[in-house]
């Protein structure tokens, strides 16, 4: 399985036809192909999650980078999500029990490495902290001595990813394409060393470059943006970009040669890709209607962003003894409706659902003053009687008609228009199916991401546990095969007690990545 984070049709369908991506190109012609939708918010975390462990994030716990955490004084606080905040079993863990091993590159919240019959090295971990994410420690000695990578590039928080993208100069902007380039690269080296050296049943690699550089410059790369006339300098980042696809294709043929004629070969996407145009101060319309409470130090934003190190001072900008709902990160197109435990700040346990209801029916009616459009779209409450779910589980998740994320700060006006097109998240992903098992040649309906463990399952001749979300998505196989349905899934998760956390390295690495791009504004 290779991930491509962020990968998206309509933007390598062009780049197929351009004849940039010859190799993708044919395992089209020759495989079967389908949109893949995501979770109901389609990011990283959630997403990857759900795909690895065949169940929905209300059953898994992960919603976001970050989780709000509810005091007894009634304020609020963030803490880092990672691989014991999972509450539900992985493919890598399930395949183990049924005799298989596998192999788990690049994936989020991998971190601190299980200890599974296999390889593992978490995504989003600092290089200096990589040993914390790799299992069998010994690979990272391997790692280490790699010839034909420099084993830092697996990290996260290397050269120009500690440096904010907006706003920097030319030279940097093509050092960050130039990292992507570098990183998946990496990937694809370690992907093939495991492969030629000891393969395991199930292999699996995420390659997150597409997201990287989508996220800073898709209207450099989307057919509907790109500028004919542009100026020597959007050429030059045009031409950058279209060279790291270049190489992407590359990397993808070398991993599946590596693999292989005789192996069945998926791409997948946590979730897909488009333009965001606009900014909606969710905070902001919380605040305006008596929702929220700023504090007397919160300032205005001026410039639509927030820094990294500045987001615990966010949090202190808000008056939590005043507050009933807010937005803690805006990655998390969602609110959290603040509940009083025992300080008389919040909402009461019996007061919950009108409280929640009359949110949501506000939300749903905030107006465009220009137009008188609305702005958002979809505000789906997940808590409602009789459905089972993970805390902190968002009360309310948003889908924008901008299809962006929101924004947390304070603001003189609840929308504004963004200078130019930035890249943002949508909820159909990719899937192609190739080799032995799937059809050649073929497009099928949309199915979701939740059905890819089950297919992973299937196609490894393995029982798929009761328990999981999804389906085996039949019309992609060449022949039918039903799922043999059989067991269910081990409980995961750890406790809170005693628990080491990341290390403030750690914290501040991720922050500034998210900064970059994007869900930290």
């Given at each position: ?253 070398k ?6 004629p ?13 333009p ?33 190190e ?46 929640a ?18 702005i ?14 993970v ?5 309310i ?41 799937f ?59 005693d628990?080491?956390?990341p ?19």
């Open positions: 399985m290779i991930g491509l984070d962020g990968a998206t049709f309509t933007l390598l369908d062009p780049l197929i036809q351009q004849g940039i991506m010859p190799f993708l190109g044919s395992i089209l012609e020759n495989g079967v192909r389908a949109n893949l939708m995501s979770t109901r918010n389609p990011l990283t975390p959630p997403a990857w999650t759900s795909m690895v462990s065949g169940r929905r994030p209300e059953a898994h716990g992960i919603y976001d980078f970050l989780r709000p955490i509810t005091m007894r004084d009634g304020g609020v606080f963030l803490k880092i999500n990672d691989f014991r905040d999972n509450h539900c079993e992985t493919l890598w863990s399930i395949v183990n029990r049924r005799g298989k091993r596998a192999t788990s590159l690049n994936f989020y919240g991998m971190s601190p490495a299980p200890a599974i019959d296999g390889y593992v090295i978490s995504g989003f971990v600092p290089w200096r902290h990589l040993r914390h994410g790799i299992h069998p420690k010994s690979l990272f000695d391997t790692v280490r001595s790699m010839d034909k990578f420099d084993y830092r590039d697996l990290g996260m928080d290397i050269g120009e990813e500690k440096k904010c993208v907006q706003g920097l100069h030319e030279g940097e902007h093509v050092e960050w394409i130039e990292l992507q380039d570098r990183r998946d690269s990496a990937w694809a080296e370690m992907t093939s060393y495991i492969l030629s050296t000891d393969p395991t049943d199930l292999t699996a690699v995420v390659l997150d470059g597409p997201d990287k550089v989508q996220h800073l410059f898709w209207r450099f790369v989307d057919p509907e943006l790109v500028k004919k006339d542009g100026d020597a300098w959007y050429q030059q980042i045009r031409e950058l970009c279209l060279g790291f696809y270049r190489k992407l294709d590359e990397n993808i043929r991993m599946v040669e590596a693999a292989g005789d192996t069945d070969v998926i791409l997948t996407s946590d979730h897909g890709f488009g965001t145009t606009e900014i909606f101060y969710v905070n902001e319309w919380l605040s305006r209607n008596g929702y929220l409470t700023w504090s007397n130090t919160a300032a205005d934003d001026a410039l639509g962003q927030l820094t990294a500045k987001i615990r001072d966010h949090l202190g900008m808000i008056q939590w003894q005043a507050t009933t709902a807010f937005c803690p990160t805006p990655s998390s197109n969602a609110i959290y409706i603040k509940k009083d435990l025992g300080s008389g700040s919040g909402v009461k346990e019996e007061d919950y659902l009108d409280f209801m009359k949110l949501q029916r506000e939300l749903l009616e905030i107006r465009d003053p220009v137009n008188g459009e609305k958002v779209l979809g505000a789906d409450l997940n808590k409602l009687r009789g459905t089972s779910y805390e902190p589980c968002p009360d998740t948003l889908r924008l008609r901008d299809g962006g994320f929101v924004s947390i700060l304070k603001a003189r006006e609840i929308i504004a228009q963004r200078e130019e097109a930035d890249g943002t998240h949508r909820p159909a992903g990719i899937f192609v199916g190739y080799g032995p098992s059809r050649k040649g073929a497009r099928v309906e949309d199915f979701s991401l939740l059905d890819i463990a089950p297919l992973i399952l299937t196609l490894m001749g393995l029982p798929v546990p009761s328990d999981l979300d999804g389906q085996v998505p039949q019309a992609a196989l060449a022949d039918t095969r039903e799922a043999v349905i059989g067991g269910a899934t081990q409980a995961a998760g750890t406790s809170e007690d628990r080491e956390e290390s403030e390295e750690e914290r501040e690495a991720l922050m500034k990545q998210l900064k970059i791009l994007g869900y930290m504004d």
